[in-house]
């Protein structure tokens, strides 16, 4: 990885899987043996494989390392953590502005503050008031962008930890338009028909029973009003289910329309959120909305 790009500690914990103070200890270590150098960019510390790994008495290591990833390649662990540098990857270019360095080494052209944040921010001004619920809330990042448009935001996750540090969240960013309500998927601990639009986020796949969750989702949403699904596509890697604790591998985009129209919600849209070569991961988006009463 560090022989192909430069990565700083945050990004290869990430990727590897490991405590921060492991990775900063071994980054040492490399640094110490002349195989990796630092570099220094705005704020942050970025680490690559030293050039001298090639030549200046280095040399015969190399052919040493190639063989050696070449014959790790096909393990499943090391296409996790390929798996893991393809989100980072990801992140990387959805926040240019604070990974894109003062020049133009990549080929990009520099646009100073062009951030997808602030595009989904500039969106929001053009969507009515509306009452939301973040399902599978997590630690509250998407929430707290719902809160800037949305007139009240229900919050609700499984873990009282997680639910902590998105309270914590909400009150750096003195967003008051919250309310966090620990509660399962398949069991919202709301009335029904009493807001908006619900989202579920990268939560469907740790559902127990996803017709279940998109069926409290449909319960929960005013005629007329929404459901909105950001989920992975069906994908490949086994790894997620241990280390992340999924349950299910994505969703076929088929599959997905019909666990909305199962749970009574019409006209369903799917489109690609994000996807990108070499990453096994597409982001797809799915909504619904919920018929409103007819009257005779």
């Known amino acids: 990885m560090l022989a192909t790009d430069r990565f700083n500690v ?4 990430g990727v590897l899987g490991l405590a921060q103070s492991g990775v900063s200890r071994h980054l040492g270590l490399l640094k110490e043996a002349g195989l990796v150098a630092e570099e220094r960019d ?26 050696q990833f070449a014959h790790a390649a096909p393990s499943s662990a090391l296409r996790a953590d390929d798996a893991r540098l393809q989100e980072v990857l990801r992140l990387r270019r ?3 502005d604070q990974h894109a360095g003062p020049d133009t080494r990549d080929g990009r052209q520099l646009v100073p503050g062009r951030s997808w944040a602030a595009w989904a921010r500039a969106l929001a001004h053009l969507l009515p008031p509306a009452e939301v619920v973040d399902i599978g809330c997590g630690e ?10 949305a007139t009240r935001v229900w919050a609700i996750d499984r873990s009282a ?13 003195r967003a008051t338009n ?10 919202l601990p709301l009335e029904a028909a009493s807001v908006d ?53 994505g969703f076929g985009d088929e599959q997905l329309a ?9 006209d369903p849209k799917i489109t690609v959120g994000s996807r990108s070569g070499g990453d096994p991961f597409t982001v797809i988006i799915a909504s619904a909305e919920r018929p409103c009463r007819t009257t005779p």
Request: proline residues 4%; aromatic residues 8%.
């Open 140 to 149: 509250g990042y998407l929430t707290i962008e719902v809160a800037r448009w």
């Open 42 to 67: 705005g704020a942050y510390t970025f680490y690559q494989l030293a050039p001298q790994v090639h030549s200046n008495g280095h040399g015969p290591l190399w052919p040493l390392l190639e063989s």
């Open 178 to 187: 919250i309310t966090f309500k620990r509660g399962e998927l398949e069991r």
């Open 94 to 96: 959805e926040n240019f």
């Open 197 to 249: 639009v619900a989202v579920l986020s990268q939560a469907l796949h740790h559902a127990d029973d996803p017709s279940r969750a998109v069926g409290e989702a449909a319960r929960v949403v005013r005629p007329g009003g929404k459901v909105l699904v950001l989920e992975l596509r069906a994908h490949q890697e086994e790894w997620v289910r241990e280390r992340l604790g999924d349950r299910h591998l």
């Open 258 to 266: 019909a666990l909305l129209t199962s749970a009574g919600l019409a």
């Open 10 to 13: 945050t990004e290869l914990t």
């Open 161 to 173: 930890a997680v639910l902590a540090r998105a309270k914590a969240l909400a009150a750096r960013r």
